[in-house]
């Protein structure tokens, strides 16, 4: 089992930033391939950026690429999601997940085993 808990959420101003975390614990004797997707009432969760497994490729949903930044730290096992220029439309729950089997980066649901609580970003207008 691999717990993952998100923190960092909050209410931002338009064109604020904010910077999400997620802490890893539990069975993570090598590092995951590590996720960040969010979702608003009435859609469905969608991806938002991955990252490897050492952090040497990463993946964005066009919704966010220039703005999103995913990053991780293996040795305090965290993953990080920088929120630059924030828009209304980025409000959601965000949540991390990991994918232990995985070889390659992938945006795919199924593709994650594990997922966080998630933490409620708000970007208001």
């Known amino acids: 089992q691999v717990q993952l808990v998100e923190s960092g959420g909050g209410l931002v101003q338009t064109g604020g930033s904010l910077r999400l975390s997620c802490a890893a614990s539990?069975?993570?004797?090598?590092?995951?391939?590590m996720g960040w997707f969010r979702q608003s009432p009435g859609k469905e969760r969608e991806f938002v950026a991955a990252?490897?497994?050492?952090?040497?490729?990463?993946n964005y949903a066009d919704s966010v690429a220039g703005r999103f930044t995913i990053s991780r730290d293996n040795a305090e096992k965290k993953v990080y999601l920088q929120m630059n220029s924030l828009k209304p439309d980025d409000t959601a729950v965000y949540y991390c997940?990991?994918?232990?089997?995985?070889?390659?980066?992938?945006?795919?649901?199924?593709?994650?085993?594990?997922w966080g609580q998630g933490t409620q970003v708000t970007v208001s207008s």
């Open positions: 990252i490897s497994r050492g952090g040497g490729s990463t």
């Open positions: 997940a990991a994918d232990v089997q995985s070889t390659v980066v992938r945006t795919s649901r199924r593709a994650y085993n594990y």
């Open positions: 539990g069975r993570t004797f090598r590092s995951p391939i």
